[in-house]
Structure formats: structure tokens, C-alpha cells
């Protein structure tokens, strides 16, 4: 195996602050590695440059600007004019531990893959709508934790706020398609079939920020719901029944407090279980009454969101063999050469 030499592939559109805070946390990295940063404007209106050129005598970056195609054309971008042969790719809503490339490089030193992810967690400077955010999106009781350490099924898919990939690995995929969001498990799937493995680095954290508010959360996790029947009907072979599981929840409820106004009370009591063992839990993770009430009600809108986007999205697409490309054109980018 050659050395390893690490891109890290960054696009942004129009956040400026969150590249400043990443770029400071690249300086804190622990071990002597080389490295670059590839940062990829997409067409953003506030763009990043002069925060870049703060940092160019720090570390080695490069800066392209390019007409708005989305973070995933914007990644392929980046990963072709990369000079390393080993390509990590972040959000600019995230941060790095200081111990993040040194975990990187061991693993791959000796048990080289081709395709890798990593969790995300919550750094204790984050706000408590952040905190709360995070402990519906990573704990093992709302998504099986699947985004905060846990491997679901037989093949572990990378998210790309904190993937690693290959150059061999991007060249014979073609990269990301033009999907969003979707657009990091489509990739891995499509990386499984052509023969390359995806593994989870579970030591390889980013702290993940998400710059959210309630309404942009219900409307990121409706796409998520929206996007996985796509991908059902792209990768038959992946469909699990785990992903009805919001759409289940969403419509017991609703029908566990009908039943509740006629007496039956037993429904929407093993409902009020389910609820207190997420505020515990959240609670013991995050030691703040106030978090762990906004847990309990972050997890209704990831619920709702999703399983309204996942049961929509499949009737028409799973069921009616509509169009996603014509029926859901907010869920796609067109490639701009």
C-alpha cells in the first residue's frame, strides 16, 4: 500500500463562520501528517475566501469557486482537483478532535479499506436545540444509531458530514450522484457492488454542529423520509423493514390517543415508556433537564417528518412508479459542466 496522503474535501455554500471554526480545529491536530484541504465554494453569495487566505500560511488549502450544483457534484469536484490519493469529506458544520487524523491513519495502516465513516456527537459548546438534535439523530433508540456509532444490516453506510474515500474508490464509482440528501448512501451502495468494502470507524468522531432550528430540522428529516424509497426502488436489495419504522410510530400515535378518548389507555401508555426511557437517556447524556425534554420533542419531528416523507414518497414512487426526477425536483441537483 502506498502512504497515505489525505484531501480533505470541503463544500460550503454560504458559511463563511462555520469554515473558520473548522479551519481552527484543523490547527489542533495531533501527529506530524501531511495533508491538504480542498474548500469548494458552490456558488455561494457570501462566499469564504477572505477566511480562507487567513489561514493560507497555516495550512495547506486550496479554494475553487463554482456555479451552484449541489454538495455532491461539489464533492466530485473537489475530490478531482485533490492531490492525495485518500479522500476524507466533511461538512462545514462540522469540527475535528485533535486525535482525528491519527485515528484515521492507524486504522487504515492496518486495516486498509477503501470506504469509511465515522460518528458524530455533540461538543459540550453546542446549544441545547444542537444537543437535543444530536441525541435524536445518533441514539440507538430513535435511529438504531446508525449515525452515532452503530453498524445497521450487513454493510455500514457512510455519511458524508465524515466519510473517507479511496481515490481508486472515487475513479471507478463516478462519485455522488445528484441526489440530496441520499446522495452518501447511494454511493456506498453503489461502491458495495463494484466489489469495494464500507466499514465504520467508530473512534473517527466529528463533533457535527448542524446550524438548525425546528423547521429546518422537520424539513431535513422530511427529505431523509422522502429519499429512501428513491433509493429502494435505485438498490432493491437494500429495502429493510426498519425504514417504516417513523411512518409505524407516527400513525400509532395519532391512533393510540383516538383510542385513549374512547378508554383504551394501554396503547399510549407503552407510548409514555417509550418517551420517559428517551428522557432518560438523554437526561444521562446530557445532564440537563432542559435538553432532554427538547430530545423527547425532537424526536416527534424526526418521526413525523420522515415517516410523512418515507410514506408519501413511497406511494408515489414505490407504488405509482412515478418519476422521482419529475415529481420531487427539489431532491435533485442538475450537474453544471
Avoid at 121 to 141: C, E, P, V
Avoid at 168 to 175: M, Q
Wanted: aromatic share 16%.
Amino acid at each position: 500500500m502506498n502512504p497515505l496522503y489525505f484531501s480533505f474535501i470541503i463544500p460550503v455554500f454560504n458559511r463563511p463562520d462555520e469554515v473558520e471554526e473548522l479551519l481552527n480545529s484543523f490547527k489542533n491536530l495531533e501527529g506530524n501528517f501531511t495533508f491538504e484541504i480542498v474548500i469548494i465554494e458552490d456558488g455561494s453569495t457570501v462566499d469564504c475566501k477572505s477566511v480562507v487566505d487567513k489561514f493560507s500560511t497555516k495550512l495547506d488549502i486550496s479554494y475553487y469557486f463554482k456555479t451552484n450544483s449541489g454538495p455532491g457534484d461539489s464533492r466530485n469536484f473537489g475530490m478531482s482537483k485533490a492531490k492525495g490519493n485518500y479522500f476524507i469529506i466533511l461538512d462545514s458544520d462540522c469540527l475535528l478532535p485533535t486525535q482525528y487524523i491519527t485515528i484515521v491513519n492507524s486504522y487504515l495502516s492496518s486495516n486498509y479499506v477503501d470506504c469509511f465513516g465515522g460518528p458524530d456527537a455533540a461538543h459540550y459548546s453546542f446549544s441545547d436545540l444542537q444537543k437535543a438534535i444530536n441525541f435524536a439523530m445518533t441514539s440507538f433508540i430513535t435511529t438504531g444509531g446508525i449515525r452515532g456509532g452503530k453498524i445497521s444490516g450487513d454493510k455500514f453506510q457512510p455519511r458524508s458530514f465524515n466519510m473517507g474515500l479511496s481515490k481508486k474508490g472515487f475513479e471507478a464509482s463516478g462519485g455522488f450522484g445528484l441526489i440530496h440528501p441520499g446522495e452518501d448512501p447511494d454511493l456506498s451502495i453503489r461502491l458495495n457492488d463494484l466489489g469495494f468494502e464500507t466499514v465504520l470507524i467508530k473512534e473517527a468522531f466529528v463533533y457535527h454542529k448542524r446550524r438548525i432550528s425546528w423547521r429546518k430540522f422537520y424539513q431535513q428529516v422530511h427529505k431523509f423520509g422522502m429519499v429512501r424509497p428513491i433509493l429502494n426502488t435505485w438498490h432493491p436489495r437494500t429495502k429493510r423493514l426498519t425504514y417504516w419504522f417513523p411512518t409505524v410510530f407516527s400513525v400509532g400515535f395519532i391512533m393510540s390517543i383516538v383510542l385513549f378518548l374512547f378508554g383504551f389507555e394501554i396503547p399510549l401508555f407503552f407510548y409514555g415508556i417509550y418517551l420517559l426511557l428517551a428522557f432518560i437517556l438523554s437526561l444521562v447524556a446530557n445532564k440537563s433537564v432542559i435538553i432532554a425534554i427538547q430530545s423527547v420533542l425532537a424526536i416527534f419531528i424526526q418521526f413525523f417528518g420522515y415517516g410523512y416523507g418515507f410514506i408519501k414518497s413511497t406511494v408515489t414512487v414505490g407504488i405509482l412508479n412515478k418519476n422521482p426526477e419529475k415529481q420531487y425536483p427539489n431532491l435533485f441537483f442538475k450537474n453544471v459542466k
